[in-house]
């Protein structure tokens, strides 16, 4: 392996083009733990149908963007992107229905941080001490953040939200080789329907399949809004951030989770949730600053 080999990263300045897209990016996926917790925790919906909701429905969407785009144009992707967006989707709503939104954050975007700082390395990709330090940060303030006020996660449901942030780790350093975001996006997203056929195969033997109107709707919108929009901007992001900067970037989710509880569940804001917030956040930043030139 070449320790000697720098990163691909992209120095953080007002004028970068990616910042406004990864903000929206950010924001949706902080969406979709708040749309998938509220479907799930009251039973509005089970796991598995919401997961064939979400990616049906944003299969829908992006197809139909493509197309408008441009008619002729043949759809990218690969199946591998599919199997990944479908693991991670899937396994993602079956460990909401027990854990936290605030743990089950924490897990998973603790497991694509790993996965996705250990390819880098495994690539001989140098971690510059200010993206570690940054990262560190990051994580110190969502541990104390999510972890003294929350009850013990369900061992199961807590590995299968493990798993489920290295499948979104993968599906983030797939798109990193992206020319065409939002037609690989919409190619993920079509080749994962038939892999739909996998939690079918485990949700009728239960006969437990439910969901009412509630449901379908935190469904479709974390299909259409959070999912189908937010990930083809964020493999537009890819492009131009290294595989380091990407994993601490997406450490302020849970953050931005918290928030939107607040403002849109009624959740109390807390002087101890303001500043670990800006604690968080100013860990990505600083693993997202500009070198110092030499």
């Not at 990616?55 to 408008?68: H, P, Q």
């Not at 743990?103 to 001490?129: C, P, Y």
């Not at 009850?151 to 199961?156: D, F, K, Q, V």
């Amino acid at each position: 392996m070449n320790n000697n080999k720098t990163t691909d990263a992209v120095p953080f300045s007002p004028s970068a083009h990616w910042i406004g897209p990864a903000l929206f990016a950010l924001l949706a996926f902080a969406a979709n733990s708040i749309f998938c917790r509220l479907a799930l925790m009251h039973g509005d919906i089970d796991a598995h149908s919401f997961t064939a909701v979400r990616l049906l429905s944003g299969a829908l969407l992006l197809f139909c963007l493509v197309r408008l785009r441009q008619p002729g144009q043949a759809l990218g992707g690969s199946w591998k992107g599919g199997l990944a967006l479908l693991a991670y989707a899937w396994l993602f709503s079956i460990a909401y229905v027990q854990l936290g939104a605030g743990v089950g954050a924490l897990i998973l975007f603790g497991a694509v941080q790993i996965t996705m700082f250990a390819w880098s390395w495994f690539k001989g990709d140098r971690v510059e001490a200010r993206v570690l330090a940054g990262m560190l940060v990051a994580f110190a303030g969502l541990i104390a953040l999510l972890l003294p006020g929350a009850n013990a996660p369900a061992p199961l449901s807590a590995l299968f939200m493990v798993v489920s942030g290295i499948a979104w780790g993968a599906y983030s350093l797939i798109g990193k080789g992206s020319a065409d975001p939002l037609g690989d996006t919409a190619g993920n997203f079509l080749r994962s329907l038939p892999l739909l056929a996998i939690p079918a195969l485990v949700a009728l033997p239960s006969g437990q399949l439910t969901a009412n109107a509630h449901g379908l709707l935190y469904a479709l919108a974390s299909g259409v809004l959070a999912s189908g929009a937010g990930y083809a901007v964020w493999y537009g992001v890819l492009k131009q951030v290294s595989a380091q900067q990407a994993a601490t970037m997406q450490l302020s989710v849970p953050v931005i989770a918290a928030l939107g509880g607040v403002v849109l569940l009624g959740e109390p804001l807390s002087l101890r949730l303001a500043v670990i917030s800006a604690v968080v956040l100013g860990g990505v930043g600083l693993a997202l600053g500009r070198r110092k030139a030499k």
